[in-house]
């Protein structure tokens, strides 16, 4: 079996729809495709009615944004119940500083750049979850930038004088909500220097005993020093291991199933306590 735990789509910072993608995971051969945007679920219904169509397994998931003393984490929850009271809550904060946060960015960049708030609409899906790609795409689409991998390693990296932070969880306190709304946690790309600033390994010592299940030691933003140390601590914590490729579309240059999930693991993850089931070819 292949198995890609981690994609997007347009409801958050991806380039596809939730079907595109689920047509994009059958064109790669994936057999289980987990659907992850950021902070909602708003697509998991066209996702599943596409996989039922396409028979391609789907785990329906969120990607959470989550923060640490001023470290960004993100937090894999697959299975969980979206419409749970106190995990909504949290996520309907999250959205709605993310949407404050982004007028802020862009109110910095145009002081700058010819870059608008409309120019950012005009980037975002209906009823996506607003982030910094969309800026990044209005850059793009402004001509400031060539793709948005450059616009964030020019104008929107967690250094730049246009960074603006954002209200998120705590990771630990993120994970408790996961298993309380019926969910398994998986920490996110854990050693990814790439990105920013990493957590203590004893955030994630406290995330497992809150009830982490797995880390996602093989990502295309992990080298191979950090995916080693990222099995190595998973084996020290008695965590899972998960492999994925963290798919955006376009919007990111690795495709579907850049990095795999082992088979075993989706059995274990599947055999956890959860409030909904995987669609099953």
Known sequence: ???DLHAHTLVSDGTDTPAQLVEQAEAAGLDVVALTDHDTAAGWREAIDAAERLRVGLLPGIEISCS???ISVHLLAYLLDPADPDLAAELDAARESRDVRARRIVDLLSRDVPVTWD????QV???ATMGRPHIADALVARGVVPDRSAAFETYLHTGSPYYVT?????PVDAVRLVRAAGGVPVMAHPFAAKRGRLVPDTVIEEMTRAGLFALEADHPDHDEAQRAKAHAVAADLGLHVTGSSDYH????PQGLAACTTHPDVLDALLAEPTSRGIVRP
Do not use: Q, S
């Open 249 to 252: 579309g376009t919007g990111k």
């Open 166 to 170: 954002h209200y998120a969880p705590d």
């Open 68 to 70: 640490w003393d001023g």
């Open 119 to 122: 120019d950012v609409v005009a």
């Open 125 to 127: 899906g209906e009823g």
């Open 1 to 3: 079996m292949i198995i």
